[in-house]
Nanobody, 120 residues
Framework: VQLQASGGGLVQPGGSLRLSCAAS????????MGWYRQAPGKQRELVATVNSDGITSYGIPVSGRFTISRDNANNRIYLQMNSLIPEDTAVYYC???????????????WGRGTLVTVSS
């Protein structure tokens, strides 16, 4: 199973950026998908998650500015980030809880991360 994230880059404060993440490989079913981020010197924190029913949750720092969406048919998620501020600068990691077969419990998988830099 691989999670491939893309869309990071440099953006000015107040700008927008859209991240995407695709899950591929031996996938039987996907429960949750989402994004976490880690800024230099800080712990990894929740950005946003979406479950298989489309129910979303957001970290407090991004609530109202970021929107997560999911394409179940293609095992993809997107993160629309608006009104970006320098404090949003971090490596953003795609995450998924999924099963690779009918039997067994779901496991967590992580992508490599994509860097988002908010700076003028």
């Amino acid at each position: 199973v691989q999670l491939q994230a893309s869309g990071g880059g440099l953006v000015q404060p107040g700008g927008s950026l859209r991240l995407s993440c695709a899950a591929s490989g031996r996938i039987f079913s996907i429960n949750d998908m989402g994004w976490y981020r880690q800024a230099p010197g800080k712990q990894r924190e929740l950005v946003a998650t979406v479950n298989s029913d489309g129910i979303t949750s957001y970290g407090i720092p991004v609530s109202g500015r970021f929107t997560i969406s999911r394409d179940n048919a293609n095992n993809r998620i997107y993160l629309q980030m608006n009104s970006l501020i320098p404090e949003d600068t971090a490596v953003y990691y795609c995450y998924s809880e999924l099963k690779t077969g009918f039997y067994g419990n779901p496991s967590d998988y992580w992508g490599r991360g994509t860097l988002v830099t908010v700076s003028s």
